[in-house]
C-alpha cells in the first residue's frame, strides 16, 4: 500500500496530532486514497484532532471570510444586538461578549461555579446556519446597508465549500472504518452545519494578572460529529494531552484543525475521541499592557437534524457491546447548546 504525506502538526507530552496531505485523498489510486483515509481516521482515533493541507478550499476564500469577519465586528454594538442570539433551536445570531461561557458540563449550577470562578469567555461571536429553515431565520447585517448584504453573499459562498469538505471528510472516516465511502452521505447532506465567526477582543493584560483563571473559550469538546477550524497567525488554541496538560496546537498555514466532537465520538462507539481543549491568552512579552486580538472561524459540522444516531457497523460486537442509546441528531445537540448559554 502506498504511504500517504503525513507528518506531525504537534507532539508533545504524549499527544501526537498529525498533518495529513487531504489532496491524497482526492486521488484516483485506491491504495493511496485507502492509507490516506486510515491515517485521517488514526488521528482522530489517538489525538481526536487533525491538521489538513491541501484540502481543496481555496486559499484566497478563507482570506476573504476572515476579512468579512473583521469587519462585521467592527459594527457598533447597537447593530450587532439587533442581530442577537436567541434560542438553542436556532443557534444563529449574534452572541455578545460575557454572554456565553464554554463548557462540557451540563449540570447548571457546576456550570455557574465555573463562571464565577473563570469569568465568562473573553470573545464575540456569529453564529450562521443552514439558510432557508422556517422560523429559524440567519440574521443578517443586509438590514443595515450595501456592505452587510455583501457579507450575507459571502458567508453563505464560504458556508458551502465548508459543507462540501465535511461530506469528503466523512467518506474519509468511512473508508479508514472499512465501510462504504459513501455511508455517512444520507448523514450530512442537508448541512445543519453552523459557521460561528468568532472574534476575541484585545484585552488588558490586567484581566490576566488579577483573574488567572481567565480564558478565551473555557475547557469543552465540541457536541456534533468534527469542526473545521480556521486560525489566524495569533494561536492560543491548547488541547488535552493524555498527560492531563494542555498542549499548544500551533497555527501552520494553509492548513485547517479538524477535530471529532461528542456526537462522532458517540457514534463510533467512542473508537473516535472527542478531545477537550480551550482557547487561552498566548504569551506577550511582560511589560505588554494588551493582548492583541484574535480571529478565527469554526464551522461545526452536524448530522442532518432529522437522523437517528446508532452505532456505526463494525464498532461494536458480542465482545464490545454499545455503549450508547441511539439519539436525535438535532434533540441531542438543542439539549447541548441549553447547558452552553
Sequence with gaps: MSTPTVTTAVGADDLTIPLIDFSAFQTTDPSIREATAKAILSG????????????????????????????????????????????PEANRGYVRQGREKTTDLIDPAEIERQRALEGADLKESLEIGREGVEGLENQWPDRFDEDGKVFREKMLSFFEVCK??????????????????????????????????????????KVFAENKNSVRAGAHTDYGSITLLFQDARGGLQVLS???????????EDTIVVNAGDLLARWSNDTIKSTKHRVVEPPVKEDADFHPARYSMAYFCNPNFDRFIDAIPGTFDEAKQKKYQGVNSGDYLVQRLTATY
Design 44 to 87: 482522530f482515533q489517538t489525538a481526536g484532532f487533525i491538521y489538513i493541507r491541501n484540502h481543496g478550499i481555496d486559499k484566497a476564500a478563507v482570506q476573504e471570510a476572515f476579512k468579512y469577519s473583521a469587519e462585521f465586528f467592527k459594527r457598533p454594538v447597537s447593530q450587532k444586538e439587533q442581530l442577537a442570539w436567541t434560542t
Design 164 to 205: 462540501d469538505l465535511h461530506v469528503q471528510v466523512m467518506q474519509a472516516i468511512a473508508v479508514g472504518l472499512g465501510i462504504e465511502e459513501g455511508w455517512f452521505d444520507k448523514f450530512c447532506n442537508a448541512g445543519d452545519n453552523t459557521l460561528r465567526l468568532l472574534h476575541y477582543p484585545e484585552v488588558s493584560s
Design 242 to 252: 493524555p498527560m492531563g496538560t494542555y498542549v499548544n496546537a500551533t497555527p501552520i
